[in-house]
């Protein structure tokens, strides 16, 4: 079966473009996380959905992030006025529901390059 | 900021022998997980442990849990070339939500 997929795999952006980055979740997964991995760190949590309702953004690093998933399926994450410091690889998880033991599966990630 | 503290950063091992990663945290979890993550590629769920339990097997796979030590341990047997990557350690907290805070990884490296 599909895993989780997420587009474009890689993406070089100048700085101050605005980048969306998709995900498309293993399907019936009700929860949606984002994360992001900097070089040679362990993924950092952004955001997270379940269903379509947004229930916790706490890990969005400045309000030119901003994430998405309109009918509970695939989610957008848009980073507007890229920076530099955005560099980095964004990860996207599944789950089948909400609970603290549900297994997340991950996609491969978009890697994320700003010049 | 990230929960988790791996130890080493870093192991380099011949074919045949045991790898033991370990990890701490800081705060109390509902449940701690192990993550494998080859180069380039996404993170791959290992195993999970819940707080209420010390130990756990899963193929070549053992994970200990120190709960009064806040620490954890990754024990891979008969280690294989096709096991070098890298391993994260991930807790979940009740407090926190449903996100998983991950460490920093140790990479592992094995030789044939």
């Known amino acids: 079966g599909a895993g989780v997929s997420q587009s474009p795999r890689y993406k070089v952006a100048k700085r101050g473009q605005d980048v969306a980055l998709r995900c498309d979740p293993i399907?019936?997964?009700?929860?949606l996380f984002w994360y992001q991995q900097a070089l040679g760190q362990g993924p950092e949590f952004l955001t997270y959905?379940?269903?379509?309702?947004?229930?916790?953004k706490s890990g969005l690093p400045s309000d030119r992030f901003f994430a998405e998933r309109p009918e509970g399926s695939v989610s957008t994450l848009k980073i507007q006025r890229t920076q530099q410091e955005d560099s980095a690889v964004y990860l996207c998880a599944s789950s089948l529901a909400y609970s603290l033991q549900e297994t997340q599966y991950f996609g491969p990630g978009t890697r994320l390059l700003v010049l | 900021s990230q929960q988790g503290e791996e130890d080493p950063q870093a192991l380099s091992i011949q074919e045949g022998e045991n790898a033991t990663m370990n990890c701490s945290y800081k705060?109390?979890?509902?449940?701690l997980q192990w993550y494998r993550q080859n180069s380039g590629r996404g993170l791959v769920h290992l195993i999970l442990?819940?707080?209420?339990?010390r130990e756990k097997h899963s193929g070549r796979l053992r994970v200990t849990l120190d709960t009064s030590k806040k620490s954890s341990s990754l024990l891979i047997t008969a280690s294989r070339a096709a096991d070098t990557a890298s391993y994260f350690c991930a807790t979940a907290h009740n407090q926190a939500g449903t996100a998983l805070i991950f460490g920093k990884g140790t990479t592992l490296s094995v030789s044939s």
């Open positions: 959905f379940q269903n379509e309702a947004q229930l916790d």
């Open positions: 442990i819940r707080s209420n339990e």
């Open positions: 705060t109390s979890i509902n449940n």
């Open positions: 399907s019936g997964h009700v929860s």
